[in-house]
């Protein structure tokens, strides 16, 4: 088996994302895949209350970024949701992978920060088994962090520890400025986006190291929680990670 050196994910890569404003913490990197070559963005749920709005924010950001519109795809399951509809998300995953055929896939980390981030990336690895990828192995699945629960504070931007390797997209100072002018295009999200990046010294200080990212061994095991103890999501939502981990268990192994 072929082992692939170059560390970035290949193109046409395939960016999938829960909510619109995840794509901010993976902006530089995916600016660069889209110069490299093609990039699509996907946004699984639809925006709740100011779905409207959200999904033109994301347009917006895209275009800076340099990923065209017809390389946008919105699924529109319900927000908080997604692990109710992981059987659709599955397919409709598969059917854009098929008509795709994404050389690499990257997705929200599995790390307890929301539900929906999680139920991604487990809808992501079952498509990516579901779908027939005739004599090419299967493309390589990527995760990058938003937020999750770290003793008594949230950790914005950094993983869990895990087995793979962290890989960087370094940020120049022009990089830095850009994802502090992507920061202010999520109007919507400011109540919510704002303060979790002002806890970290704002969107230009934001991943000192540069943008992380890192493989998905193939092999990992959903049932388990990403971390001991409560997850975020537990302190927000009355969802609960036995939840997860019976779908994980049941049929996306
Ligand atoms: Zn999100």
Known sequence: MAIVRDEHPQTPALVLFAHHDDEFFIAATLKKM???GPAAAVWLTRGGLHGRLRQAESRRAMDILGVPRRALFEIGLPDNHLIDYLEDAVRRLARLMAAYRPASVI?????GGHLDHDSLQLAAAAAIRRTNWGVNQHPPLYEFP???RSGRRLAVGEFLPGPARTIFTPLKLKDRVLKQKLA???SSQKMILYPMLAFRGGPMMLHRRGEPYRLVSAGR???KPPHSGRLAY???TRRKFSEFASAAAMNYK
């Open 184 to 186: 202010r295009i999520y």
């Open 146 to 148: 938003l937020y999750h």
């Open 234 to 236: 537990q302190f927000y």
């Open 34 to 36: 889209a110069q490299r």
């Open 221 to 223: 095991n959903y049932t």
């Open 107 to 111: 997705v929200p980390a599995f790390e």
